[in-house]
């Protein structure tokens, strides 16, 4: 496969000249006219090289390499400069670009340039820098365990990667769900086809059925163009469709319609269009139970329940409480250039002991946050889950809270021996939200957990509530 370039330059000229240069040296190339297109082309597929103007409306070059460089899009960023944009380039240099060319330059320049990136010869495959690029740039980590029933599943999920079957993943939150539908993703003949994700449960319920399907130019007010949907944007790819159960009903038995007929209606479009894009659908809810609750079409459960993996939280699997620390510790160490040093002895007993509620990701915020703060040779408990504020360990949460965003007023939470661990947690959770004002998102760091965990828990606690006082008006109705 050539690499493939991305080309963002506002004059049309310019652009065709690129794309004949290029084309005409086997690369293959993508043009796009601004910045703020050139992003958007740049999260959907991987490209090799992004070769920018410097100066565009709206989102500038700089701008451009600044969010390339930030979210690890492209591995090579080459800036295109006019007379007077010659100090931008610099900094540009400084930024992580590859290169510049000024304007107006030769084709010499543009393959001096080329072949920096790529110094192998293609002809006969990838290029190195593009292999090792591709897992980087879809953060594809290794999935790291040495537990049977996890190492079964990873077996499972590689086995039927190959085909196209709709796939299930569920677990609890941080528990890899992401990272097993990457996996399926690599391990398919789709993996140089994009993977897109979309978390059903962070759009709107009213624009969910463009965000998936697309619209027609006029299809509502504001639609002033068409527009694809994700699945089309991941033609034959992967589309991960991310709390699932949180998808308005009626939504639900559009989705059951994409999936049996595999084609597409965009909001006001006039003929289905027909997809070639595999589907994988997370959740972190029990989606049997939701069905039972009438709030997940028994249908489509049963359509995308084909495979289903069922990712166990990591207080079940103890063995890999120790594996991660240990991964997460090298990680973190190599990364800010630490010898290596790994949890004590008492630390790995309060691991192995905790209950993980944030599952993996709280563990690794856990350990990069004991990797940073440690000062011996060993990372201690408090090193895990200090708590700069009251300057000793928390005895209960807070484990992965980052110290900054601990701040006066303080609130405290009092806990009584017999207080049930849900009980527990409910008024730490209310705490934490008093003392950010109401901010989940904050609140939600300062736990340790996803905003979605936060949310459903105080879901829960609402539907509690109107439960007891629904209760207690009926009680007040028979006295
Ligand atoms: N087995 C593993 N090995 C290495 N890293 C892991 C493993 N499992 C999870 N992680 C890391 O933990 C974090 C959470 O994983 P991921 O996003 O896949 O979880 P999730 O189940 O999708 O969570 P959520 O329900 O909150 O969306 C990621 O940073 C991921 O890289
Ligand atoms: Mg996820």
Redesign the pocket.
Known sequence: MPPRILVADDEPQMRSALRAALESSGYETTLVSDGRKALQEAEKRIYDMVITDMKMPGLDGLALLERIRQDNLSPNVVLITAYGTIDAAVSAMKMGALDFLRKPFAMADLEAVLSRAFEEPFADGTPETHQVFASRQQEF?????SNPTFKEILYLAKRIALSDLTVLVT?E???????VARLIHQESRRARNPFVAVNCAAVPDNLLESELFGYEKGAFTGANSSRQGKFELAASGTLLL?EIGEMPLALQAKLLRVLQEREVDRVGGRFPIPIDTRVIV?T?CNLGKRVEEGKFREDLFYRINVIPLD?PPLRERKE?IIT?SH?FCEMYCREIGKPTKYLSEEAAAFVLDYDWPGN??EL?NAIQRGVALSTSDRIEIYDLIWDARKKRIPTIGGVGRPAETVSSPKHKVEVEVGTSLAEMEKKLILATLEQTNGKRAKAAEMLGV?V??LRNKLKLYRAEKDAQDSKDESQKDHT
């Open positions: 980590r290794e999935i790291v365990t677990g939150s941080g528990t890899g769900k992401e990272l991310d997370t972190n990712l890999d991660l991964y993996v990701r690794e996803t979605r965990t």
